[in-house]
């Protein structure tokens, strides 16, 4: 059941003062019933201290025990998940498809630190005993506040891949719940609760605050126990989030995945060549109505005599591709804002619109594209800007002005080998991870994926927040110097009792000193 | 021969507008000879902008290449090596000893980077060929700008392991030179220079910029070319840098290692039982006249019987040690200066200066030192507070209290084994390396060894800027999704050309795919 409370360490507690906020279904336009309470001062103070506290026992808890941890949260999801789904599609007029798909995610994101932990080996111990004494893992970096996400209610928000892998690290995690989808969230959170109850953890390592304004996570971050944030969203909600946190007495890591534009590079032999791009472009654009961080906002093509019949065809695409609603009516009052003034502001933008949805197309030259900065940003939703370049030169300028982005895609044959090189040359200091078939929207949970890019694209370009590495985050090294071996973290010990593979004197080696 | 000239991408240049500062020599306070030229705006813009241009040639330049390059930058340093340790001495005032030990401290550096290179395996190529064919290599992240230290005129400097860690990496690099030791300084960077020349690699690729105002390093921090800072020294220093690369449209990660005091826990049957302890306690507290940033420069105690007897026993030993002055006159004035405000102001505190040097001891029982945050802040010189406790409860309030350093330092007996368990339970959250014997002073340059830790003491503690890891600091991961083989990074092509460890489908290998 739905309560509208906030869970503080334990406890779901009613506000004393009911600031409280409701949800309205995107499809139906429905107020749903329940409210919502925006998390008090206390509550978050509160929630932020028992997570401090519980940090002390946590942070040197076993790898095996956050194991069981993990899998106990999976099960509780799983074990609810039709009550999640039910709401998940009310809250957010996401389909059943992807209500499942992103529940299925987030059930193998678990999973996939769990078997980190077993393996152990992330911890990266180094052993060396030549000299003094010296030997170093990494340590988790204490409580950790984690935003959820307006377009992934489950796989990016509450049990998410900031939450999974900041518990599997050892950090306690407070949630801000995203106000779009507070019901999910609480769903989650109960599951996480029950979870916690079963292991017999300690109640502080979770909590789980809901807010419609920002000072609950203004709060959150400026508060001096916490020692890290997570979080995906919006250029100007990350930026601000990082501002916050460089301003504390103690500044503290902020890892703010805020989209780009992902940029497609289209070259001449692949425009004639590929029957199918333009179809392909447009379900990529339309793809979760548009709301992906990977979402292909900018398509930069480079053949100014084939360009048009590519242009027919993705406006005819784009036409007829049916679309649900945005996830929420802000978000989706938002994007008409930007395409109005697309439209009205920039006479030098032909903007197509969808008759039948609210997918969109505008087409720019590259030296009008050039000209206007502002056309370079990010449009959250289905759209895309083309900009079409005379030659390539043209096309290595917009290369060459482009801001980090998470994502660039160079679509080439053989034939535009040298193209490709160049083109490889100029983006690869400038994006997170490069594509050279396909589109940028789908991202695989694997170890080798890098879900993060240059400023703006994420606040720190070294890490990631998709796959395992996303650990990485939550931890930082720690040397013990001639430290009596009893009193070692396990990874560290002379016998390996976890077994791990560990660096001994140079070598790597699973065996006992 | 030093010219005191600025350095700007291969050209030794005279500043047009030529604001000169000369050196003193801390021995014999006379002035030297040179006129070190302060960098005008126009060559920190050009050395930015050509270290920009040179990255985009040497951010892929092969692992062999760099390790030649750093191999001939090591050449150099030893072939000039008697002109460079003429000069340290004068400007440094640190024996001969020091001196060479220093010189080949660096050389040892280079050699470890030199060695990360041929072997290869730092490049964490992880390649997934399950799904969509993603793999992962880390990517040098641009233009570093090194501040030299004012402790460690080389190995913490010009060719120190910042600035060999940053060209391991794949970064070209703009130091600024530390005033006080600038003919060292600038004959390493004609090493340097000249290495570059005999492996015909872009001048770009390093500048040496003179300064004694802080405008220089300000404005190299605030240049949208620049995207790192490294950087060891005050946390005065350290903070105004860092915020300024916060306030940047683009914000850049600072490293910045800015010190500690380093706390040393006494436990009853240690100060009992180790009638050296005074002794090797003086000698790591007057080490290089006290000016390291793993000096203790706190050592809490806990036996209110036997403390009398060692605080004699210190007190003998400080007042003995013979010390050379410190390594410029504004260090000592406020080295100095914080003596005399701890002995007037607090009457709380035992002051005990050495009659036959700078090398003094403050002593202050463990109730007044909470009251007064200040006592806990660190005096940069030959100094050590000494706290006292009545039992372990004050000992653990007064860790509890600590902020963030570099070290602490855990010392008992087997008979203490309790009091250690409980006063590493706090301290583990709060530093970087935990030693168990002996003294933090003398920074193992290894792989395990982590020198870095949370704020204040450095700002980022997920990062070292001591042994090989240190390289971690110029990289992020880049993934390559479906990339033809040929446009591959080296690390990640399927032959394997460079016979490195690499992580193919979750398994370590060095075989080819």
Redesign the interface.
């Known amino acids: 059941m739905i309560t509208g409370k906030n869970l503080v360490g334990g406890v779901w507690e009613s506000s004393a003062t009911e600031v409280v906020f409701k949800i309205v279904n995107p499809n139906t336009k429905e107020q749903l019933t329940t409210s919502f309470q925006e998390a008090t001062s206390d509550q978050l103070s509160q929630a932020v201290e028992k997570a401090s506290a519980a940090?002390?026992v946590y942070?040197?808890s076993s790898f095996q025990m956050r194991a069981q941890f993990l899998r106990a949260i999976q099960e509780e999801i799983r074990n609810n998940s039709n009550e999640i789904l039910a709401i998940y599609q009310v809250e957010s007029a996401l389909p059943e498809g992807r209500a499942k798909g992103e529940l299925q995610r987030t059930l193998d994101q678990i999973e996939r630190f769990i078997n980190l932990l077993n393996e152990g080996s992330f911890s990266q111990a180094?052993?060396?005993t030549?000299?003094?004494d010296?030997?170093?893992v990494l340590?988790p970096?204490?409580p950790i506040v984690v935003f959820g996400a307006s377009n992934f209610p489950l796989a990016f928000s509450t049990a998410g891949g900031d939450t999974i892998s900041a518990f599997a690290a050892g950090c306690p995690v407070v949630v801000k719940a995203h106000p779009y989808h507070a019901g999910t969230s609480e769903l989650v959170a109960q599951a996480i609760q029950t979870a916690i109850q079963k292991m017999k953890l300690p109640h502080g390592l979770f909590s789980h605050l809901g807010g419609e304004s920002h000072a609950v996570g203004s709060a959150l971050v400026a508060h001096p126990l916490v020692k890290g944030v997570g979080f995906t969203g919006s250029f100007k909600g990350g930026k601000a989030l990082?501002?916050l946190a460089?301003k504390r007495s103690?500044?503290?890591?902020v890892f703010a995945e805020m989209g780009s534009v992902n940029p497609m590079f289209i070259l001449e032999n692949k425009l004639k060549t590929d029957g199918t791009l333009a179809a392909d472009l447009a379900s990529s654009i339309a793809l979760g109505t548009g709301q992906f961080c990977t979402n292909p906002g900018l398509i930069v093509l480079c053949d100014p005599e084939n360009k048009s019949s590519f242009l027919d065809q993705i406006r005819k695409e784009i036409n007829e591709i049916p679309l649900p609603p945005m996830v929420h009516a802000n978000i989706e009052a938002n994007y008409h804002e930007h395409l109005t003034a697309l439209d009205t502001i920039n006479e030098d933008v032909q903007l197509h619109t969808s008759d039948n949805s609210h997918a969109a197309i505008g087409v720019v030259s590259a030296s009008h594209f050039k000209m206007n900065p502002s056309l370079s940003e990010e449009v959250f939703g289905p759209f895309s800007m083309i900009v079409c370049c005379q030659n390539l030169d043209e096309m290595i300028d917009v290369a060459e002005g482009l801001n980090?982005q998470l994502t660039a895609t160079i679509l080439g044959t053989e034939a535009d080998q040298k193209a490709?090189?160049l083109l490889?040359?100029k983006v690869?200091?400038k994006?997170?991870?490069?594509?050279?078939?396909?589109v940028p929207t789908?991202v695989?949970v694997?170890?080798?994926?890098?879900h993060?890019g240059?400023?703006?694209a994420s606040?720190?370009?070294?890490f990631?927040s998709v796959g395992s590495?996303a650990i990485?985050r939550w931890?930082?090294?720690?040397?013990?110097?001639?430290?009596?071996d009893a009193?070692l973290p396990l990874p560290l010990q002379n016998q390996n009792p976890l077994g791990i593979?560990r660096?001994v004197n140079?070598l790597?080696t699973n065996k006992a000193l």
Chains 1, 2 share one sequence.
């Not at 103690?250 to 890591?253: D, G, V, W």
């Not at 994006?431 to 396909?438: A, M, N, S, T, Y």
């Open positions: 940090f002390e942070s040197t180094i052993i060396h030549q000299g003094p010296l030997r170093k340590f970096i204490g990082y501002d460089q103690e500044p503290i890591p980090g490709i090189r490889l040359s690869q200091p994006v997170g991870r490069i594509l050279f078939e396909g789908g695989a694997t170890q080798a994926m890098q993060g240059p400023y703006p606040t720190d370009s070294r990631t590495d990485y931890l930082r090294p720690l040397a013990f110097q001639d430290c009596p009193l593979q660096n140079g790597l």
